[in-house]
């Protein structure tokens, strides 16, 4: 069975950093982009970063400079470290993969991906 899975979530207070983890189980993510997108209540969901499957990375203008987007092919895991967070970046994360022309490329279309994972709530507050 095909599953993501994410974790590294938490509370963490403004301008603290958190590591999310979006491990791989019945395939493996060498051939794969994988997104990360949040989800906040009340709003929309948005994509947040992607990495293609040659290493390729791409971020919302929002967490430009202050996320940052890997890949551990050996380790089937891709990361997100997320630095100087804000209160705005509370949601629910989650991450997502979509196989294809990805080599170069990775797309910030949540319709674009086929697989998802149940997420992982990131609070920042005081």
Not at 13 to 32: E, I, K, M, N, V
Not at 54 to 72: E, M
Request: charged residues 15%; aromatic residues 12%.
């Amino acid at each position: 069975q095909l599953q993501l899975v994410e974790s590294g979530g938490g509370l963490v207070q403004p301008g603290g950093s958190l590591r999310l983890s979006c491990a791989a189980s019945g395939f493996t993510l060498d051939y794969y982009a994988i997104g990360w997108f949040r989800q906040a209540p009340g709003k929309e969901r948005e994509g947040v970063s992607c990495i293609s499957s040659g290493g390729s990375t791409n971020y919302a203008d929002s967490v430009k400079g202050r996320f940052t987007i890997s890949r551990d092919n050996a380790k089937n895991t891709v990361y997100l470290q997320m630095n100087s967070l804000k209160p705005e970046d509370t949601a629910v994360y989650h991450c997502a993969a979509y196989k294809g022309d990805t080599y170069y490329y990775c797309s910030g279309v949540d319709a674009e991906y086929d697989y998802w994972g149940q997420g992982t709530q990131v609070t920042v507050s005081s």
